[in-house]
Structure formats: structure tokens, C-alpha cells
């Protein structure tokens, strides 16, 4: 559907099959919109009253016009052509006694509304020609009465609702299917709107399907058009239940009607997931608890029509607290120890180790709760590193961070000397404590070299190029596995 700016407003896909059942959409369609039909296999598209042009073709385009459709590029006269179907609606009526004496058939009211819909003078020949097959209402030109409304009626229904353009009294025949009538009189309220309760005055109005109800007012000699509905069948209303949560419960699940196609789960107005279901009417969330983390959020069960019409929406009161669904534990560790066990609640699907904030590794867990790092002392080497316990879901969305407390029984030494160093010797040596992972020779501001290191000794060899002067400034730093400076000094020349 294709709006005046050629915007699509409305699509639809229909795979069909011997299964495929008749199904209705709702949606708005204006004069000047256009609709436009894919047919896989063209030649069985067919439309109601009209001989499609190009009938091979895949894709068809109609406009929509107060006559009706017009196909794009068809030379279809849709005066003549609606003129064709009212003359052919007004013999099906004359042909039959009981359609014509009856004080209201269907057709009548369809035949009225069609020649309404043409242009004068073709609008009063054919009010005139047909008036023995219209509706026995006043058909005076100076009528500027419009149709009332008449709400969808169900045999379930408490009352007959609707709205008359103004305050007037109204007027209403129930017709039952053997063509037998009963009137009823009603006032409607100021703003024009009515609902008749079935217990009329004490007696009982009765609705079954296929019975008729028509409606209209008059003032003096006016009568306005009628409007007319048929009674459907019962109302088959949306039942959704959710069985009792509680924070931290896997499993989340309830009933739905047979009406709802799918369930969803929406958490803060998303939609987050979908149910299973079976055909008793049972849905589950079989992983809610990855869902459902914190105490503010809006959680809705949501059902869905096969098009994905929401139908039902109710909202949960989840129980408990989120707070021991979502916890961590960490014991304490110990620098050069290769594992760092500790608990998680049931909501944390992953638990992962930060170090200096950056996820470095990633736990194995057990269904008890427990997990478990191993091989971590290359990640944690000081005491003085910021070692956290990140708990996230299925989403890895973070639910919870701890800090892990961290000691060190033997603290490694930064130390650092040089033996002394006269110019023009050749090597370079010294000590340097277990932090330090390797030895730089820095000269004047420059990086020279890196030391060969052996037992805690380091040595740089062909020195006598790079220090060459007195004023020179030499610098033997010390830095860790991450080159980060952890010890300098300063030799004295």
C-alpha cells in the first residue's frame, strides 16, 4: 500500500500452501492511495467486478478512486463500470419476491450507497430508475443527514453502542433470521453517542449470529441513511497469565488463548525474547534469569497475533530481591598462585577477571555456583594491580564487579646498581631486582641499547660508542614484562 507521496504504509507476504487459512488485516486506505500485488503465478490473481489488463504480468497497481480500483494503465471506465455491477445488484434483488418486499435487505443499502458515490445527473437517474429496490428511506436531495454508527455486534455483548451525529431520538430494528423485525425507540445522550442494554425496559433483547441490526434518526420528514451490521459470532477474547517469578527462578512461564500466536518477554518496553510454546497453552522463558536482573526494571509478557499484532500485554511483580541473584565472591589472592576460585547467583551466566580495567580471562563455572580461573599469575604480577570479578549475562551485559584483594608474600625488588663506569670502557654492568624484567641503557635522552641478563646481572657491551663525554647523560632504567619504567639511576661519569 502506497500512500499519495508514495510512501508504503502497509505489507504483506503470503506464502501459500494447502494449509493456508483466510486471515484479516486492518489498515487505513485513502482516496489517491495505490495498491500494488506481486503474484508469483499471475494468472490466478482475480479481483471482485474487474478483467485485469496485462493479466501476465507479475505486478499489478491499482488506484484507489470513490468508484472503486482502477488499474494503472487500463482504459476501464469505472463510471460504466460501477453503473454495470449497481445494474446487476438491482436484478438480483427484483428477481427475488422476498429480497424486494422486504422492509431491509443488505443489497438495498449496498445498491444506495453505490449510486452515491456517482456524480450528478447519473446519481438521480439511477436514485430514480432503482428506487423500487432501495432502502424505505427518504432519498429528498436536501438531506444532509449522515449515516450513523453502529459498534461490531456479538451475541456476548452486554448492549448495542454507537453514535448519531446529533441529539436525536433513534431508531432500531433487530431483524431475526426469519426475516421477522422488532423496533425499539432510544434517546441517545447530548454528545450523540447511545448504548442500549439487552435488558430493554425488561424485555430482553436476544443476538445470535447472523442476525441483523439496523439504525437510523429522523427530524420531521428527513430520515437518515441506515447503518446496518450483522451479528458475528462470539467474541473469542486474549487470555495471558505468567505464573508467580522470583529473582533468580531459570524458568518463567504461564497460559495464553488459543488466539495468541507467540509470546514474547519484553524487559524496560523491549522486546527481549521470545517463548516457547505448546498446544495446551503454555508458554516459557526457559532462560529468564538472564533477563530479569535488577529491581527496576519493567518486565511484560506480551502476546502477538501471527503478524505480530500485539493482542495482550500484562506486566509481573517480580518477587525477592535481584541482589542475591546477581552476587559475587572472590577469595583473597596470592601474587605467583595460578588460580582464584569463588561463588556467583544464579542470574551471572559468565564470570570474567579485569585486571588494570581490561577483561583478561574468562572462568569456568559450575551449576553450584562455584568458578574457577586458572593459569592467571602471567596476568596479576603486583601487589598493587587492580584485580576485579566481573559477573555479566548471557548478553554480557555486567551485572556485578568486586575487587579481589591481593597480596604478596615475597614483594618483588625494583633494585637496581651499576658498577662503576669510567669512558671509553667497553661493558657496562650491574644488578637488577626480580621486578625488573628487562635493562635499558638510555643516553642523553636516547634508547642505545638493551642489556643480556644472567642471574640478577646484566651487562652492555660496546659502550665505549655511545658514552663518549663527560657531559654525557647515562641512564640504566629497569622496566617490567610490560615495559613499564619501574627503577632508574643515573651514573656518574
Known sequence: MLNTAGTVTYSRETLANEKLSLSTSNTTIKEGYKVRIFHANPNLLSIDNMTI???SANTQTFLVTKLGLQQIGSTTNMKANLTTIIEKGAK???DNDSMLTSPYVEGKDDLLLAINLLDEPAKSTLLDDYKDVLP????????????????????????????????????????????????????TEEDGSFSIPFDYYGKAITLVPGMRVEIFYKQADLISPSTIKTVLAPVDSYSLTANDYAFGDTE???????????????????????????SDGVFTFPAAANFIVKATDKVEIVGVDASYNEKKRIR???KGSPIATTSLTADAYTIGTNTLNGT???SVAKVRLWVNGKAVTQATTTSDGDYTFTNIASFIKNATDRVEIVGVNAQYQELNRIDVVVSDLAPLDNGL?????????????????????????WVNGNLKQQATTKNGGYTFTSTNYFITSPDDVVEVIGVDAQYKEVSKITLSL
Open 53 to 55: 489488463a496485462n493479466s
Open 92 to 94: 438480483v434483488i427484483r
Open 136 to 187: 424505505n428511506s427518504e432519498l429528498d436531495p436536501k438531506n444532509k443527514f449522515t449515516a450513523p454508527i453502529l459498534d461490531e455486534l456479538h451475541p456476548n455483548d452486554t448492549a448495542i453502542s454507537g453514535k448519531v451525529p446529533a441529539n436525536y431520538g433513534l431508531i432500531m430494528n433487530i431483524y431475526n433470521l426469519d426475516g421477522s423485525y422488532k423496533k425499539y425507540l432510544h434517546y
Open 252 to 278: 518463567l512461564s504461564g497460559t495464553f488463548s488459543s488466539n495468541i500466536a507467540k509470546v514474547r518477554l519484553w524487559i524496560n518496553d523491549k522486546a527481549v525474547t521470545q517463548a516457547t510454546t505448546n
Open 316 to 318: 509481573l511483580s517480580i
Open 344 to 346: 556467583f547467583g544464579k
Open 417 to 441: 646498581t651499576a658498577i662503576p663506569f669510567n669512558i671509553g670502557d667497553n661493558t657496562l654492568t650491574g644488578t637488577f631486582g626480580k621486578n625488573v624484567a628487562k635493562v635499558r641503557l
